[in-house]
């Protein structure tokens, strides 16, 4: 175990070097630069710049250099924990990402803990109770969750908030804590908060975690080991969450890797409705302006997530799983 | 006689969109303590919903709406008290006390029918923890002396082995050391050498007879292979279309079979010392589920059936001379007079 463990983490490094490549060179890939936008809007507003001045600006945010210059620079600099520069904000990636990254990464936390509460318990008793009204109900519900774009949700939600209860539904803090600093009561007004853009993103996750759940129960409740199990006396229940649950429950953990970048990209109109400050609306800003440096680090950031899920994801199946964590060894 | 296990009059329907699927149709048979009955019949003839529907483990869409499952269960004082099994709640605590405790069960996929996430000790030690009193190490002492048992090689070590790292062989032996943890007095067999190679096969009947003879358990062996049951059984009940059409003790059937389709099934048998062309087929197909025939069963298919007769009547069981049961109406005053000898009508219905 140990083993598959350290050559998995190995494994990361020449993925890890791939998508920086490709994460920087996503960016460069629309014609122009910062630069060429930043003119344009300028030009919008009707002022105009002179060709020094925009050799200037150019050289000043090191876009003159050739490509793969740009690239060793903000890689080398980014191992060591330095961003680089944001041309937009004019302030340090690291500074503008920090605290957003970690807001989005306990709303990630908490989706994800309010998708599996909620799904896993309702995928068992679906399958175990197939075609019962709860059934019927619960998979109308499902599927309105999953048809329902999380935005059109969180709009209902602000609607309901504002028409109702005369507040508004937005933010992830109340006014008075917005720039403060963090305290335990800071720490609850966030959580206070945090509930609705939980629930909002997390709908979609789990009415489709809730399908999965049902099916691979449903799929492994027939099978032969369960009668084997009956067939000892077990009870039903105990039967149930021992054998064909526990099985069922394997494609889920498997899938908890996807859910980490999945949640965070997914919150991006969610979080432009809601007025979040999370690193959504940041990305969607950074792409729109071409502000190189930020949006290659944040692609960078996700992807990183991305393979650290996977990573878990596949750590916990062979934990789970003997037919995995043996799979090499062959059988006898 | 000591009767183990009586069936009578076993329904077991399923409710399909389609119609109802008659799969156990007022099945008659009994058990005696320490015998080995071998039921036959093709695919789809009730013979692993019978199994399932004593085991009271028969799923929906599946009902078992009619009949008696009378069990002799033995006192603590040395006396029996007879059960009808179909009388207790199918997840209640008596009907679970004698699942597996009693009355055990093997399979015909031994590695889909062991936990592919579970350690097959833990398994085997699970069963002897439901239906004995003794503590978890207990329970695993138990379970490495009964691999030992079904001779399975470095019994101590395979404790920790999955399923999927054993051979299909070793996994039927798991889960006959498994079903026979608890010494059962009745051990139903659905199939349980299908899914082997002929050698594997052998091996475990072999297995299975040792074990028969030291145990002194009754064995409820299912199959379709009739060269099993002549090595296994004592007693043999044929089934077609969820009815048992003829049973009686192993050696006179295969002597003498007297069921139209149990003559056709030993002739479609290849044997050494006839030479032949052609394996004889037994013409015609199952009907599906859900037709009602009328009369017999097995009229359509059958190579003395009598017309006006064999599709109008319904047969009963009668009982022949040597003690053999016969559902067929070749053995009734309806046949004409020159047909087989006709024997009284019992009435068993």
Known sequence: MREYILRRVLQLIPTLILISIVSFTIIQLPPGDYVTTYVANLAAAGEELSEEEIVALEAHYGLNQPGYIQYVKWITNFVQGDMGLSFYWDRPVNRLIGERLMLTMIMSFFTLLFVYAMAIPIGIYSAVRQYSLADYVFTFVGFIGLATPNFLLALIFMYIGIKVFGASAGGLFSTEYLDAEWSIAKVWDMLKHMWLPVVIVGTAGTAGTIRVMRATTLDEIGRPYVETARSKGLREGQLTMKYPVRVALNPILSTIGWRLPEIVSGTVLVALVLNLPTTGPLLWRALMSQDLYLAASMIMILSSLTLVGTLISDILLAWVDPRIRYGERGTT | ?349
Request: net charge negative; glycine share 6%; proline share 6%.
């Open chain 2, 1 to 349: 006689m000591d009767t183990l296990l009586e069936v009578r009059d076993l329904q077991t329907h399923f409710f399909m969109t389609e119609g109802i699927a008659k799969a156990v149709d007022s099945t008659t048979f009994s058990i005696r303590r320490g015998q080995v009955l071998g039921v036959v019949g093709e695919s789809g003839c009730g013979k692993s919903v019978t199994a399932r529907s004593i085991m009271r483990m028969v799923r929906p869409p599946g009902h078992t709406v009619d009949g008696e499952i009378l069990y002799t269960r033995p006192d603590d004082d040395g006396q029996s008290t007879v059960v009808d099994l179909l009388q207790l709640p199918a997840t209640g605590t008596e009907m679970r006390a004698i699942r597996g405790g009693e009355i055990a069960m093997i399979f015909q996929e031994p590695r889909a029918s062991l936990s592919p996430v579970h350690k097959i000790g833990d398994q085997i030690a699970e069963n002897i923890l439901l239906h004995q009193p003794v503590s978890q190490s207990e329970a695993e002492d138990i379970a490495i002396d009964m691999l030992r048992q079904v001779h399975i090689p470095l019994a101590e070590q395979r404790m920790d082995a999955f399923a999927h790292q054993l051979s299909g062989g070793m996994c039927q032996r798991v889960m006959i050391a498994m079903a026979l943890s608890c010494h059962p007095s009745l051990l139903i067999a659905d199939e349980p050498t299908t899914a082997l190679d002929v050698t594997t096969e052998a091996q475990i009947l072999e297995l299975m007879q040792g074990l028969q003879a030291e145990l002194n358990m009754a064995i409820m062996f299912i199959t379709h292979d009739l060269g099993v049951v002549a090595d296994m059984a004592d007693e043999v009940a044929v089934m077609y279309l969820g009815k048992i059409v003829e049973q009686g003790a192993a050696d006179d059937i295969f002597r003498d079979p007297k069921h139209p389709y149990t003559i056709a099934l030993l002739e479609s048998l290849p044997r050494m010392d006839q030479k032949r062309e052609w394996l004889q087929t037994i013409r015609g197909v199952v009907p599906d589920p859900y037709s009602t025939l009328k009369g017999c069963p097995f009229h359509p298919r059958c190579a003395d059936f009598i017309a006006g007769v064999c599709d109008e009547i319904v047969p009963q069981p009668i009982t022949l001379e040597d003690n053999r049961e016969v559902r067929c109406l070749l053995y009734t005053e309806h046949a004409h007079q020159d047909s087989p000898p006709v024997a009284e009508e019992t009435g068993h219905q």
